[in-house]
């Protein structure tokens, strides 16, 4: 599908880090390679990895809607000033590229799905967001730039019937369900697995520092498991966007207060696997979670994982059966869980069995690739 020398897929990512949505755009255009170009609003992580895969990168400036562009009404003016000359600029560029398909990934870039309809292409809109604690008329209003594309694909059960509250079952039939594709972690080196000190336990939360990540949750819950007897050990690995410095400063204070600083390692961005891999115990501590690709990740580490009742958790996790569910916000829960599986190795090693076994039949990379593939560009 390459149009006289140019490109068929435009696709755009609003984000340059490596978390879950990163992961899964970098995974989705090498589905679709090589019949792509991915646009990013800078360079990063994202663009390297991308490179390294062959795949054609530009970077341009455009527009990302974070709640920090909206935190008064002078920051949301500006926003929507830069939103519309976005809209108008990109229009006319896709025009003058000719693209069959724009791919847009995640709500955060909205000037892309109007600019994509304006120029004429196809457009698909890849939501990997989920907010059902929003009010009808907020969550309306967040996505109603969905209705400018053609096809909606929502990562999980979840986010497809947060599309269905917020904009009724008319947009919702213009969407269907693929799950997260996830490509089997190598098992890391031995010299890559952090130390732990004998006798010790370790517990791992992976994901970019922020409230609805749960990181707060696990440090509660970590000095309850302290108190109950077991060295227990947390490790944080993430940082937060710029502007959100002042929850991750929080997290070391909270930390402090429940007695656990000396425990508790915040191990900035990094690869996770080797955390992951060493852990006793993955927690998923999420107050709003889509889809979560750490759990699935965990899974095929065969490491045991403990992850909230919420979003599109219960889609990976069978309660019991290949992991638990807690409650989120509910540290005495969670602390529970976790005494519950380093005092039973047995279940904690069939839980991780199990749950490997999962997720291997249900989010390989295989599947996900030939169904999205089919979604983006049907009949190729």
């Not at 990181?215 to 007897?229: M, P």
């Not at 940082?239 to 991750?248: A, I, L, M, Q, R």
Request: glycine fraction near 8%.
């Amino acid at each position: 599908m390459d149009f006289h020398g140019r490109k068929a897929v435009i696709a755009a990512h609003p984000h340059v880090d490596l978390y879950g949505s990163d992961v899964m755009f970098l995974e989705s255009v090498t589905a679709m390679a090589p019949d792509v170009v991915t646009i990013l609003p800078n360079d990063g992580q994202l663009a390297e990895a991308l490179r390294l895969r062959g795949i054609d990168v530009q970077i341009k400036d455009f527009p990302v809607l974070r709640k920090v562009e909206l935190r008064t009404p002078w920051h949301a003016a500006i926003f929507v000033v830069r939103f519309l000359r976005s809209v108008v600029a990109l229009t006319a560029w896709l025009r003058a590229r000719g693209a069959a398909v724009v791919y847009v990934s995640t709500i955060a870039a909205p000037e892309w799905l109007l600019a994509g309809r304006f120029s004429g292409a196809r457009v698909v809109c890849h939501l990997h967001e989920s907010e059902p604690q929003m009010s009808r008329l907020a969550s309306a209003l967040l996505l109603s730039p969905l209705l400018a594309a053609d096809l909606v694909i929502a990562n999980s059960k979840d986010s497809l019937a947060w599309i269905r509250s917020s904009l009724g079952v008319r947009a919702a039939r213009r969407s269907r369900v693929i799950h997260n594709g996830v490509r089997e972690p190598a098992a890391p080196a031995v010299a890559d697995v952090p130390d732990v000190p004998p006798g010790a336990r370790s517990v791992v939360v992976v994901g970019r520092l922020a409230a609805r990540k749960g990181q707060d949750t696990a440090i509660v819950a970590t000095a309850l498991v302290r108190q109950a007897g077991f060295d227990v050990r947390l490790t944080l690995v993430g940082d937060s966007y710029p502007g959100y410095e002042g929850y991750v400063n929080g997290l070391h204070e909270l930390a402090a207060r429940e007695g656990i600083r000396e425990v508790t390692d915040f191990a900035g961005f990094q690869d996770p696997s080797p955390h992951v891999a060493a852990a006793d115990v993955v927690l998923v501590p999420s107050r709003v979670e889509p889809f979560g690709l750490v759990a699935v990740e965990a899974l095929l580490l065969g490491r045991p994982v403990i992850a909230s009742r919420v979003g599109g958790l219960p889609e990976v996790i069978e309660d019991r059966r290949t992991g638990l569910l807690v409650d989120p916000g509910d540290p005495r829960m969670l602390a529970d869980a976790i005494i519950r599986l380093l005092s039973d190795s047995e279940l904690a090693a069939a839980l991780g069995r199990a749950g490997q076994v999962e997720a291997r039949a249900r989010f390989s990379m295989a599947t996900y690739s030939a169904a999205l593939s089919e979604a983006v560009l049907p009949g190729s």
